[in-house]
């Protein structure tokens, strides 16, 4: 009751002629009726008694919103975030290195980027982990759904159904091996067409469709609450062409970011984001960076880099918060996203100069 | 844009047009505050604004994976490829050419691109039960005339080369009268013919394959070192109205594109390799790409038949989102490209 007029949802011209009428807490608002609103400001009657609606909603909301509900300011501890990111799931991307690296696998609330040339991998890391995530619970997975967003028009389905078909193979072995009662029904329910009926498909042709859908994600991340992963492949396609001015660009990309930060969050699903490269000409050699500018390059929370070494593809994760800079070596089979053969050496970082402004984390020494 | 025709409060339809504002498109390119500004509306009402505009741009556009494997319609379907005309061609390449996106074909000048361009051409034109798309082709010519000697040629042999179609198909199909040949030798005729004549002709349902021979030749004369930036610009311009005409008529469009030496020194002195032209800019436009090479032969192998003595020609696929990189021997004969087992 006691809230500032500043901090309701009213139009923005309503506020300021309230502010300059001298109102500053709700309450005198609603003392004040329909009929003396009208007369103070100069609106009309209806537009007075829809501004009090909307006020007694919001102090009616207030009252009854119970700490930590949607919207209203959440207070914790970092100790119970903490426990809160140690229980959180990782989608496995079935290359033990690339987990390992990633320090589990791709964590669910945070928005991971995968960059890299055409035809290095990053459709089929998608496509795998759109089968991974699926995985049941006691096979080590998160039991969830699917939302794959494709730009490109390089989701083959065919392809899909080799990776999901090696997927439930994977786990029919294991059930085999360790004989264990729920490995048995979780099986029964992860078959090949309830893997490919829970992809949920959505093909956007330019960069309008692509916002639309973003701002309908919400509302089908709700209806569809099992929905843990959301995939764009690839987010630089439609936003490289067609822009003549460029901060508007940069200006839809944040906002696009901003938004898949909070449906991270509130739905407790992984965004992954495929980017393409593009050359950045040096004083005497020119290099291949991440496609859409450097400001794009803070929207990701973790960022790998797919290159290759001659004939070896090689994953290089350039930025994460919690997990060192470190390159892995990783092979497509037709069975999908695997580990080399042998198990793949991790190199140091000393080799690997992508990030010159940043100081290479040492190896501590142990005792 | 008619807004009485969306599901809003009258309130946000009279803002709209009072703001003057006239698309879906730019609704969305504005931010939410900007647009509270603009219309002076509360931001629940833009919220509501935002979702009831996109759903309708995007309403009915979800589909399961499962839809999209189970879907056998022959316009839809991501199984239906275009076929090369050849078995051991489209076993390489699962069936053929896909439907929606940028196949290139890449090589060194005589590899064999033209023939596989023209034999596309005529494949196309046959039935979906024989691997066609029961339409015609445009070819886009930059370089060189259109060889039509050699498309004469190819017609008459269609018999011997697609032998698994009876002759009463073959005989009933006026092969030259569906392949539309375009010029277009510099950048503006280009962007001329593929906005204009080339949507036409799709839209009429003409035409359901598209050859450009060749990108890289747009491209030689008219951009230095110092213009890089301007030919990305075309590059990536040209790639999008190309995608969006592959993506709404689903058309597979086919690319010839010529090769490049690099000169990279590494650890064991300077040496040389071929790419496909035209970088990386071009790369990330496309579905597909397909190298011709032709590698000298050391000797006769043991055991396989070498028809061509001296070298043999190469089809590797070098990326594709549903196929491993692989490669098969081919000839040009008389009839077409064939591929060897």
Known sequence: ?367 | MDWDQFDLNPKTIAALKKADIKSVKEILNLSGADLQRLMKLSSADIQCLLRTVSHTLRRNSMLTALQLYQDKDHFTSQHQKLSLGCSVLDNLLKGGIPLVGITELAGESSAGKTQIGLQLCLCVQYPYKYGGLESGAVYICTEDVFPSKRLQQLIEQQQKLRADVPAEIIQRIRFGNSIFVEQAADLDTFQQCISRRLSLLLARGMVRLVVIDSMAALFRCEFGAAQAALRARYLQGFGAQLHSLSTRFRTPIVCINQVWWLFASCSMGVGSRVTPALGITWSNQLLMRLMLSRAPLPGPAPGTASPCAGSMRTLSVVFAPHLPPSFCYYTVQLEGVKGIK
């Open chain 1, 1 to 367: 009751m006691q809230r500032e007029v500043g901090t309701l949802p009213l139009a923005p011209a309503l506020r300021a002629r309230l502010a300059a009428a001298g109102f500053q807490t709700a309450q005198e608002l609603l003392d004040t009726g329909p009929c003396g609103l009208s007369k103070e400001i100069g609106i009309s009657r209806e537009e007075a008694l829809e501004a009090l609606q909307v006020v007694r909603q919001e102090c009616h909301g207030d009252a009854a919103r119970t700490p930590g509900g949607p919207g209203a300011t959440r207070k914790c501890t970092a100790l119970e975030l903490l426990e809160e990111e140690q229980t959180q799931g990782f989608i496995i991307t079935f290359c033990s290195a690339l987990d390992n690296i990633l320090g589990g696998g791709v964590q669910l609330t945070k928005i991971t980027e995968i960059c890299g040339a055409p035809g290095v991998g990053k459709t089929q890391l998608c496509m795998q982990l759109a089968v991974d995530v699926q995985i049941p619970e006691c096979f080590g997975g998160v039991a969830g759904e699917a939302v794959f967003i494709d730009t490109e028009g390089s989701f083959m389905v065919d392809r899909v159904v080799d990776i999901a078909a090696a997927c439930v193979q994977h786990c029919h072995l294991i059930a085999e091996a360790q004989q264990e009662e729920d490995h048995q029904k979780a099986l029964e329910t992860f078959t090949l067409e309830n893997i490919l009926s829970h992809i949920y498909y959505f093909r956007c042709r330019d960069y309008t469709e692509l916002l639309a859908q973003v701002y309908l994600l919400p509302e089908f991340l709700a209806e569809h609450s099992k929905v843990r992963l959301v995939v764009i492949d690839g987010i630089a396609f439609p936003f490289r062409h067609d822009f003549e001015d460029l901060s508007l660009r940069t200006r839809l990309l944040n906002g696009l970011a901003q938004q898949l930060i909070i449906l991270a969050n509130d739905h407790r699903a992984a965004v992954v984001l495929t980017n393409q490269m593009t050359t950045r000409i040096g004083q005497s050699q020119s290099t291949l960076v991440p496609a859409l500018g450097e400001s794009w390059g803070h929207a990701a929370t973790v960022r790998l880099i797919f290159h290759w070494d001659n004939t070896q593809r090689l994953a290089t994760l350039y930025k994460s918060p919690s997990q060192k800079e470190s390159t892995i070596a990783y092979h497509i089979t037709c069975q999908g996203f695997r580990d080399v053969q042998p198990a793949a050496v991790t190199h140091s970082p000393q080799g690997a100069e992508l990030n010159p402004r940043k100081r290479p984390r040492t190896e501590e020494e142990k005792q």
